[in-house]
């Protein structure tokens, strides 16, 4: 009986077990910041440790529903070990709403709120978070309705923190994504993302798996 406890615990931890890759953010030789992905039961959670001048962390959790749509997203920005911003976005009725708190150096954030009423509205953030582009790759359509909510902390960006996608496969077998003049060549293999050059000379690439 003993063995069979065991066993069924074995099998458990092993369904349950999560699996991620790290990656590295480079122009050149010169090294951005690392990222590192996680898939367990509660969906992806993304790290990103990035130098922008001074160095960022950027954690995400995101739930999909089965169909491979966002339903639940939260990001926590920190700078310094403080949180500086976060945003949480819920999906509801084929709505997605989206909550921006900005700390600016004091403890009670500014909150501002956004609705996107597009049922087909595919997040996909800034700050190299892979996960958004493992499922959008997992279910690849020609274009996507796509929601940047990190860009909804820039008014002068709000216009374009939603719009179209488009998404193609070249000769090599490389996935080419491209919003807003922005063009990323994404290489994948059975593991999922290997590669993704940005045509403003970022490359993000796999270390680990």
């Excluded at 909510?149 to 374009?160: G, I, M, N, V």
Aim: proline share 4%; no cysteine; hydrophobic share 40%.
């Amino acid at each position: 009986m003993k063995k069979v406890k065991l066993s069924l615990l074995v099998l458990m931890f092993v369904l349950t077990s999560v699996f991620g890759a790290e990656y590295v953010v480079r122009v050149d030789s010169m090294i951005l910041g690392r990222v590192k992905t996680i898939l367990g039961k509660n969906g992806w959670v993304s790290v990103s440790e990035i130098e922008y001048g001074e160095k960022y962390v950027v954690e995400t959790r995101t739930v999909y529903t089965a169909d491979g749509v966002p339903a639940n997203y939260e990001a926590i920005f920190r700078t310094h070990g403080k949180v500086v911003a976060k945003i949480i976005s819920t999906r509801k009725q084929n709505t997605t709403n989206v909550t921006l708190y900005a700390y600016n150096d004091s403890s009670k954030p500014a909150v501002k709120t956004f609705a996107f009423d597009n049922p087909e509205i595919f997040i996909l953030d800034n700050n190299f978070v892979i996960p958004h582009f493992e499922m959008l790759l997992r279910n690849p359509r020609p274009v996507y309705h796509i929601l940047i909510p990190q860009a909804l902390f820039d008014p002068s960006k709000t216009a374009k923190a939603s719009g179209t996608a488009t998404l193609k496969r070249d000769s090599q077998g490389r996935f080419i994504f491209s919003y807003e003049g922005i063009e990323i060549k994404i290489t994948v293999d059975r593991f999922g993302i290997v590669r993704m050059e940005y045509s403003n000379g970022i490359v993000v690439e796999r270390v680990k798996k």
